[in-house]
């Protein structure tokens, strides 16, 4: 009998207050994968039924959760630490106009309140130079208790509610309000200066300093998709060879500015990039809608935090189908080996374990081979562990393992190639037989599964060890039978008179069941 939701829980209170609120990854500032695709859009249009809660609490009930703004929600993120620890201190200074204040689970600030005024999200600074942090708005989201962050802290209700919250017609100005507040008390501190977001300055460069900026571009080694984009005639729009015409323009200058970002330049060279390229004749330097500087901040800022969260989303254990719940690792004089426990995103979730080498943890398609052999599942990896960011998976993997188990000296090499051929065993895929094969066309290569016990080809299972760890010898492999398990010889007669023998062993591998034999 399925449980029945507890509508007790702050997720209800928020809709009941009008709110819209989303599922994050536990520990995580990620849309959760009960979303299909990650996809929170839908949310800023409207707010979740209660029975998209229920199911959501059922698939996690202690995942985090995120406050959609927007639609005259806005919550100002005050990063700048003197300035949060200032806000948290006194959330009743007449300058805050009785904004609710909550800790976030870094020990920061969140400013929330409506406003009449536009509800975009952009950035407010303390003073020259000094980024105060983000004002949240249209197409943003924040956690809200009862959240969580892995390695950190809870994210917790310092004053005012969600149901009574003022409505503030200057958002600017009243943020500038906070701001004069926070320096009256700290005067050292200089004047604070506000951007205008609104700006359709564009920057003009001379021909010296565009061949400067084009030399710096040429030595980022960006991909070919963006150095076309940038330098190429007739490669910027939607429908052309690098974008599909889905594409706008807009989101086209944010996967740029996405890769200029990870390559590490900031907005001022950002700005250089676009005044320099002919990317930015579709917007930057366009007369249509939102252009110059102000358009191109906007895109910066968007781009920056995707950067982030993408890199947030590597830096964890988990791929788009399967979390890693838990890592040991064993290491023997030479070899190191991982025991990781997984939840599988299947409705309804499914747990299990796998086992892999050191090498077969850094290579994606040993994973996936492992995880199909032993699982019965194939495996789908985050855009942010392709080619060789995959590491940044295994890294993560490894960063689980808070212990080493270490095999007792002398038993490493013998202990390791039975990790292996194990690992053999469940990657070759048995079929459970309902009786004896009657023909060897009716086995694998390697051999069968029947009644509970492994059927095995000696010289089969040496070559798949040999071909996982070259310096593999034959009668190190044979004498791993002792090892493995109980075992006795058989012997079949095949029709024609051929007689061939087996190594019938019994052997426990972790989730196995009826499996194939390649």
């Known amino acids: 009998m399925q449980a029945q939701p507890d509508r007790a829980h702050l997720a209800y209170a928020y809709l009941r207050a009008g709110l819209s609120i989303i599922p994050c990854e536990r520990g995580l500032k990620t849309p959760s994968h009960v979303l299909p695709g990650q996809h929170w859009k839908p949310y800023q249009e409207r707010q ?10 059922a698939f996690d009930p202690e995942c985090n959760w995120g406050l959609v703004c927007g639609q005259g929600l806005i919550c100002a993120d005050a990063d700048d630490r003197p300035l949060a620890q200032w806000l948290l201190e006194h959330p009743t200074h007449p300058a805050l106009h009785g904004a609710a204040v909550q800790r976030s689970g870094s020990g920061k600030a969140h400013l929330m309140f ?27 989201y924040v956690l809200v208790p009862p959240s969580k962050l892995d390695g950190a802290g809870s994210y917790d209700k310092v004053y005012g509610s969600l149901n009574a919250l003022p409505t503030l017609p200057d958002v600017p100005a009243y943020l500038q309000g906070v701001v004069a507040a926070y320096l009256a008390e700290h005067p050292t501190q200089p004047a604070a200066e506000f951007h205008d977001y609104s700006s359709r300055r564009v920057l003009s460069l001379d021909d010296d300093q565009r061949d400067a900026v084009v030399s710096r571009i040429k030595a980022l080694g960006l991909k070919t998709k963006i150095t076309d984009t940038l330098f190429k005639a007739g490669f910027q729009d939607p429908g052309t060879r690098h974008w599909p015409p889905t594409h706008t323009h807009s989101e086209i200058d944010c996967a740029v500015v996405c890769e200029l970002v990870r390559k590490g330049l900031d907005f001022g060279g950002v700005r250089e990039v676009y005044a320099a390229t002919l990317v930015g004749d579709a917007r930057y330097r366009g007369s249509v809608g939102s252009t110059g500087d102000g358009y191109l901040q906007r895109t910066f800022d968007d781009a920056r935090r995707r950067v982030e969260a993408a890199a947030q989303q590597a830096r964890a254990a988990r791929g788009d189908n399967f ?32 086992d892999l080498g050191h090498k077969e943890l850094l290579n994606a398609q040993a994973w996936t081979e492992v995880c199909a052999g032993t699982l019965d599942f194939v495996p789908t990896f985050l855009r942010a562990h392709k080619g060789n960011d995959f590491k940044l998976l295994a890294a993560a993997v490894m960063g689980m393992c808070s212990d080493t188990t270490r095999l007792p000296e002398g038993a490493g090499r013998a202990s390791y190639l039975c990790a292996v051929a194990r690992q053999v ?27 509970g016990k492994y059927y095995l080809r000696l010289v089969e299972l040496y070559r798949g060890v040999k071909a996982q760890e070259q310096s593999a010898k034959p009668m190190e492999v044979y004498s791993l039978i002792d090892k493995l398990g109980r075992h006795d010889t058989q012997f079949l007669r095949w029709p024609g008179g051929a007689v061939e023998q087996f190594i019938v062993l019994d052997l426990v591998l972790p989730g196995s069941g009826p499996t194939p034999v390649s």
């Open 48 to 57: 979740p039924t209660e029975a998209e809660l229920d199911a959501w609490l």
């Open 114 to 140: 409506r406003t009449s005024d536009e509800d975009r999200t952009t950035v407010w600074d303390v003073s020259p130079g000094r980024r105060a942090g983000e004002v949240k708005g249209r197409g943003s």
């Open 323 to 354: 979390v890693v719940l838990d890592a040991t690792r064993t290491r023997s004089d030479t070899e190191a080996y991982y025991h990781l426990s997984l939840e599988i995103a299947e409705n309804p979730p499914r747990r299990g374990a796998i």
């Open 425 to 451: 065993i469940r990657s070759r895929l048995f079929v459970a037989r309902p009786a004896l094969p009657q023909a060897p066309e009716d086995t694998g290569s390697l051999g069968w599964q029947f009644n």
